[in-house]
């Protein structure tokens, strides 16, 4: 029953005592092979805004408030809940300004997941989850792209003429390390 669709499951990848938690979903899918070799489990899981990609209003929905607000509010929907209760924790969501004055509308038909993705790109903005092993919970972020922001770290190694000690003053990523990965193969022997 550990691996049943609808358990979350978080993965950690390391040496030894050394493990770094890489992230979370929640199981979708199961199979079982019992083919002339070993037998085996394919385990397919998803982080939860597979679901709000599946989720959409009845009829058309008028949101006349922030969109970060717009982004706690669907987040909350109570669709949104598992095993473990709510899936989603809103709480690193920062109150964001309203950039126009007119209202949002989510269209008939259209899924959560498609209503603020289009929020977010419109202002450039992220939208991701990322799990979070303290609350045991996907944190929902929506706002301005980290990877794209002015650098405000420099790495200075060990000049001991300037700093007692290493410091990190300046750095500009290139690239977003996070979205690398596009499949995890776990094999237990």
């Known amino acids: 029953t550990i691996f049943s669709e609808g358990n979350i499951m978080w993965l950690y990848m390391g040496y030894g005592s050394d493990m770094k938690l890489i992230g979370g979903g929640e199981i979708v899918k199961r199979e079982f092979d019992y083919g002339d070799t070993v037998p085996s489990c394919t385990i397919t899981a998803y982080e ?13 929905v008028i ?3 922030r969109s ?3 982004v706690k509010q669907i987040g909350r ?16 969501i920062a109150r964001l300004p309203v950039f ?7 269209k ?11 929020l977010a790109d419109v202002r450039g903005w992220n939208l991701y989850t990322r799990f979070d ?19 405000i770290f420099r790495y200075e190694y060990n000049n001991k003429s300037i700093l007692v000690e290493d410091a990190i003053l300046q750095f500009s990523p290139e ?9 995890v193969k776990i094999v237990s022997v």
């Not at 939860?48 to 058309?60: F, G, I, V, Y």
């Not at 929907?77 to 690193?92: M, P, T």
């Not at 092993?133 to 002015?150: A, C, N, S, T």
């Open 100 to 106: 126009t004055p007119r209202s949002e509308v989510q």
């Open 133 to 151: 092993e303290q609350i045991r919970k996907f944190q929902l972020y929506y706002g301005p792209d980290v990877d794209k922001q002015e650098g």
């Open 77 to 92: 929907k109570k669709e949104y809940s598992g095993a473990i209760g709510a899936l989603f924790s809103v709480d690193k």
């Open 63 to 65: 949101y006349k408030t």
């Open 48 to 60: 939860p805004l597979h679901r709000m990609a599946n989720t959409m209003p009845d009829k058309a």
């Open 175 to 183: 690239i977003s390390v996070i979205d690398q990965t596009a499949e």
């Open 108 to 118: 008939f038909e259209e899924t959560d997941y498609h209503f603020l993705r289009r």
């Open 68 to 70: 970060s607000d717009i």
